[in-house]
């Protein structure tokens, strides 16, 4: 037994502590593509042990990683610079749901999707639906700042935390924030933490806002010969003062991925499609879904499915969540980038997406969140072929310069973690990257905690 085996030991139990190979292997990796093996895991299972392990860590001057359920596309929960991979998967218990004050309390390693089942069953909602949502934890989606379809109505993940119980680098456990919408006491540590990449604490508990479930929902999914019609019509919906409750698009080449593999049938000369879905009281809707059919008709629409039933709703959402696995399986590698610029701006954005496809000689395939100009740019490659990582790396900055240009962003919901970390000063300024540098070496001077994310630089520069 190491002796770092042996002090974890001692906090945890013998039993919640592993550096067999096997385990760190497993805990290495994450749904990116950066492998690196953490000394030891260990798993959770109170705010206590959390803190009682950053105490130690401190003593050991010993990173910690904290880790949901490695769902991320950034790298996060990787041990880059070795150490401690802090599992809070065993912290899985909703503590509390509150339907007079509509809100729950939940442990950090809950899974999203049990959440929302569970506040379902209440005739309670939770919005925040990263596709990931079978397995990705409420933890990891705070430290995310986690999106999803449903975005364009009902906000990202930092507009549903109400509270956090957080333990700090130095291993004290604070509360942030409460129960209450209002709460104007103090700095608004809540936001802080929320998408801090688990750099700044770690969640131990979260009180989360909740919504009436919406009584109904009709889903549209609507085909136009051109992309320029679709994204025109994403503006023109919005400027109706529609707002769906999710707004997809997929491009002709996520289209040519799908094809033949969904129950419905793509037309051959489509050029884009988007999925509008309108929820709220039953009687409203079929008057609501009739003005978007009103506003997109003339912008190059060239045929439509409308769901009358729960069923081919859910054929419509089967073909969306076909698209990702569909996408991956035409290249051997596959890169996936995940911008967003201001909703006005899409038909520019993929225009340019389109010609830098043409002068890099890269397919690339485009859909995403059309509602708040979410693009998942997926870049299709070999890496095998010689000089290959280097064009790749090219394309991703201009990607990257052009959603900046357009005054949008590097990362609309994956984060920067290890992935974007050398790309941020394209789109923050050197006092904003300083004022963020010395927020953190000020909570954690030793840089304890999840070294080497959102900041390109070792553990001892930052
Ligand atoms: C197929 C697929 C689809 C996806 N779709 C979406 C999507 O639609 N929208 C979206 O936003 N994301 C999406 N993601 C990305 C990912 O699922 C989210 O970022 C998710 O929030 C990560 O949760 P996790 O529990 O897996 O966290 P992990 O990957 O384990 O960790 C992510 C980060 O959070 C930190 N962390 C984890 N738990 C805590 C905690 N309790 N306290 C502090 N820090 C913590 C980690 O250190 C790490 O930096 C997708 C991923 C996949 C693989």
């Not at 991320?72 to 912290?91: D, K, N, P, Y």
């Not at 995403?368 to 070999?382: E, F, K, P, R």
Request: hydrophobic share 40%; aromatic share 4%.
């Amino acid at each position: 037994m190491s002796s770092l085996e042996r002090r974890l030991a001692a906090v945890v139990g013998r039993n919640r502590v592993t550096t067999t190979k096997t385990d760190r292997l497993i805990y290495g990796f994450d749904a990116g593509r950066g492998r690196f093996l953490p000394e030891a895991v260990v798993y959770a299972e109170s705010a206590e042990e959390v803190a009682a392990v950053m105490r130690l860590a401190g003593e050991l001057k010993v990173p910690v990683v904290p880790r949901g359920a490695g769902s991320g596309l950034t790298g996060g929960a990787l041990a880059v610079h070795g150490g401690i991979v802090l599992s809070l998967t065993r912290m899985n218990r909703i503590l509390e749901i509150d339907t007079e004050n509509l809100l729950a309390v939940v442990q950090p390693g809950v899974v999203t999707a049990e959440l929302q089942a569970q506040v379902e069953k209440r005739g309670l909602f939770y919005p925040p639906d990263p596709a990931s949502k079978e397995f990705s934890t409420i933890g990891g989606n705070v430290a995310e700042c986690a999106g999803g379809p449903r975005c364009v109505k009902y906000g990202v993940t930092r507009d549903y935390v109400l509270g956090l119980e957080v333990v700090t680098p130095a291993g004290e456990i604070i509360h942030t924030g409460g129960r209450t919408l209002k709460n104007v006491v103090g700095f608004d540590l809540t936001r802080l933490f929320v998408g801090c990449e688990g750099t700044l604490g770690i969640a131990t508990e979260i009180t989360l806002r909740l919504l009436p479930k919406p009584e109904a929902k009709k889903t549209m999914l609507l085909f136009f010969s051109s992309i320029d019609g679709a994204a025109e019509s994403v503006s023109a919906i919005i400027s109706a003062r529609i707002i769906p409750a999710t707004l997809e698009f997929m491009d002709r080449a996520t289209l040519a991925c799908i094809r033949g593999r969904t129950e419905i049938d793509l037309p051959e000369e489509c050029g884009a499609a988007l999925i509008v879905e309108v929820d709220g009281c039953r009687e409203w809707l079929d008057g609501e879904a009739a003005r978007v059919m009103a506003v997109v008709a003339g912008r190059d629409v060239i045929g439509s499915v409308v769901a009358e039933t729960e069923e081919e709703s859910e054929r419509i959402w089967q073909m969306r969540r076909a698209v990702s696995p569909a996408v991956r399986e035409q290249a051997p590698d596959c890169f996936n980038e995940d911008i967003v610029v201001p909703r006005s701006k899409i038909p520019q954005m993929i225009r340019r997406l389109e010609t830098l496809s043409v002068e890099s000689g890269l397919p690339i395939v485009n859909f995403g969140h059309a509602g708040d100009g979410n693009i998942h740019v997926y870049i299709l490659t070999d890496l095998r072929e010689a000089g290959m990582e280097a064009r790749v790396d090219a394309l991703i900055e201009q990607v990257f310069a052009a959603a900046v240009e357009l005054r949008g962003s590097i990362s609309g919901e994956h984060g920067v973690g290890l992935a974007k970390a050398r790309y941020l000063d394209m789109e923050l300024s050197p006092d904003t990257i300083a004022y963020m540098r010395t927020l953190k070496r000020a909570l954690d001077p030793d840089n304890i905690l999840n070294p080497g994310k959102i900041f390109l630089r070792g553990r001892d520069d930052e």
